[in-house]
């Protein structure tokens, strides 16, 4: 889960956050093929997504501020 990469307060650099949002979201799409034989659309969206931004911001810091249920 991401909520086992980040947490509340912590700040990253973008690659490191990137990075971290991969294995995050990586592992989570293979849950989700282990249980319906298929990755998960939503978490391949959301890393594409994190990745073409960090594009734009590569040398910002990322600061989680928490989680939305």
């Given at each position: 889960?991401?909520?086992?990469?980040?947490?509340?307060?912590?700040?990253?650099?973008?690659?490191?956050?990137a990075?971290?949002?991969r294995?995050?979201?990586t592992?989570?799409?293979?849950?989700?093929?282990?249980?319906?034989?298929?990755?998960?659309?939503?978490?391949?969206?959301?890393?594409?997504?994190?990745?073409?931004?960090?594009?734009?911001?590569?040398?910002?810091?990322?600061?989680?501020?928490?989680?939305?249920?």
């Amino acid at each position: 889960m991401v909520e086992e990469v980040f947490a509340p307060g912590d700040s990253y650099p973008v690659a490191e956050f990137a990075d971290r949002s991969r294995a995050a979201l990586t592992r989570a799409s293979e849950r989700v093929r282990r249980i319906h034989g298929f990755g998960c659309a939503r978490a391949a969206a959301q890393l594409a997504d994190i990745e073409a931004r960090a594009k734009s911001f590569a040398d910002g810091r990322v600061v989680i501020e928490g989680f939305e249920p």
